[in-house]
């Protein structure tokens, strides 16, 4: 048995029948797809389900929310009950995955079972097969989903030697009511009342760093909590629906324009994301004066961490500029905006805001969740909204991967949304390109395509700023972009 996190919990304590807290990895690989190919990846997902334990646990909430629920073993698990096939329509291609992916997406994950699924998506063109990890994001962050979708695919890249038959799997028997609550009680004894002092400690100083930061530079959190930036059409109650769509561009390309304008891909990302949305809500009518803000999920993990399961991850918050016409101009306004808050990131602490949700009431949650949902808070006139987008950007392999299953060929990710905020681009590298996938809510993005258009206009506004920059006076100074 292992109890979440607090952070791990807030993605239950915040998922309702219209926020749906789940992630998904779409990988497509070039394989011949045959039926034996399908009875191997089965077997081959048998033996690993004893290197990943989380996939066959299910989870159990601690009778009146007296503490984070627990993991547990299922007793009930079945394999076959977690892996689906379906074809897509001809012909085939990035379109009907698209659709395909938005219906995978718009379910809700069965609590009563390990929340996890694997798709498999036959009749892509060019002898391609797509296959989507659905996994609820209590279990695993983008960070840890990584690892240990790593972990599972160098089982099936092992071409000389077939996985061991797994040896026979005897789970711990479910516990009862009051042995959750015992649990609950010695945890909170143990370990949350004894650390709960030092962690105000730790509290106190960020907050007088914080404060100390804003008298000098200006805090972008501050600011953001004594104004909230402007609402926008991704900025209401969310549906249960879902539109999604990817993009993809030469990472060579965007490594070169970030050397150029003297960023990094982080930048690029942003300025990519900022230029596409200030453009499709130009189309729409309703970009504001005020520049939109965004959320960067950040991952708190020490360098060289093997961590397969849970979260560790904080959000920089730093603004858009969608108010600013000139590209360049833009870019370097969020260059500016992001290295400031990066400033502040260090001297808050990247696990302080992390430690702060553990030690947050469970029903304060959950209380939270039913009162926004009830009264549709993000619906009403007055709403402004933390943040207008989330957009991340995670560096993946940089070499295409060849194992038993075929060449993975790409591979997209997709983070949830959270309600008020009914857009998230989430961007991966891999060989050689940089791979963005859009989810919107379909109320609030019901064109995704034309959205996802803007990135490819976004380049190459970005590549004549360039251009500019050279011509001039100081175009020769140019600094080491990192990622």
């Known amino acids: 048995m292992h109890r979440l996190s607090g952070q791990d919990a807030s993605f239950l304590y915040t998922e309702t029948p219209t926020v749906l807290m789940h992630t998904l990895k779409v990988q497509i690989f070039e394989s011949n797809y045959q039926r034996e190919d399908f009875d191997a ?5 048998r033996a690993a389900l004893e290197i990943v334990p989380m996939l066959r646990q299910r989870v159990m909430f601690v009778p009146l929310n007296l503490h984070h629920p627990v993991l547990v073993d299922d007793p009930e698990f079945d394999l076959d009950s977690h892996v689906y096939r379906a074809a897509l ?3 085939g291609g990035m379109r009907e995955l698209h659709d395909m992916v938005s219906q995978i997406v718009c379910h809700r994950l069965d609590r009563s079972r390990p929340m996890w699924e694997l798709w498999i998506l036959t009749g892509l063109e060019h002898d391609r097969v797509a296959v989507v990890h659905k996994i609820h994001h209590c279990l695993a962050d983008g960070a840890a989903t990584v690892r240990y979708l790593s972990r599972l695919f160098e089982q099936q890249a092992n071409i000389q030697s077939p996985p ?5 799997w005897q789970p711990e028997p479910l516990p009862g009511s009051r042995r959750l609550l015992w649990d609950a009680m010695r945890d909170h004894i143990d370990k949350d009342i004894r650390n709960f002092p030092a962690f105000l400690g730790i509290l106190w100083q960020a907050g007088k760093r914080l404060l100390a930061f804003h008298r000098d530079v200006g805090s972008p959190t501050v600011a953001r ?12 109650a969310l549906s249960s629906r879902r539109s999604f769509t990817t993009r993809q561009l030469p990472l060579k390309d965007v490594k070169d324009v970030a050397h150029t304008l003297g960023g990094s891909v982080n930048d690029m990302v942003l300025a990519l994301s900022a230029s596409a949305i200030r453009e499709y809500l130009l189309f729409h009518g309703d970009l504001p004066v005020e520049p939109l803000c965004t959320a960067i999920p950040v991952s708190a993990d020490e360098p060289g961490s093997k961590r397969e ?7 920089l918050p730093t603004c858009l500029w969608t108010n600013i016409a000139d590209a360049g101009e833009r870019f370097r306004a969020i260059q500016s905006a992001t290295r400031l808050g990066k400033q502040e990131l260090d001297l808050l602490g990247k696990t302080t805001f992390i430690q702060l949700m553990h030690f947050l009431p469970p ?4 209380w939270k969740t039913n009162f926004k949902q009830r009264r549709r808070q993000p619906d009403k006139e007055n709403y402004k909204p933390m943040t207008n987008v989330i957009i991340s950007n995670v560096p993946g392999p940089a070499e295409k991967v060849t194992g038993n299953y075929g060449t993975l060929v790409d591979i997209y990710s997709m983070g949830p949304l959270v309600e008020g905020c009914g857009l998230n681009i989430t961007v991966w590298s891999y060989a050689g390109n940089l791979n963005f996938s859009l989810m919107g809510c379909k109320k609030a993005v019901p064109d995704i395509e034309r959205l996802a258009d803007g990135l490819s206009d976004a380049m190459v506004e970005l590549q004549k700023a360039c251009a500019e920059q050279q011509d001039s006076p100081a175009g020769s100074i140019r600094a080491e972009p990192t990622r």
């Open 309 to 315: 399961s849970g979260n560790l991850t904080t959000y």
């Open 225 to 236: 909590l004594a104004n909230r930036p402007p609402r926008t059409r991704f900025n209401h």
């Open 41 to 45: 990846l089965m077997e081959r997902l």
């Open 164 to 168: 061991l038959p797994p040896a026979p």
């Open 363 to 366: 029903l304060f949650s959950l």
């Open 89 to 91: 329509p001809e012909p």
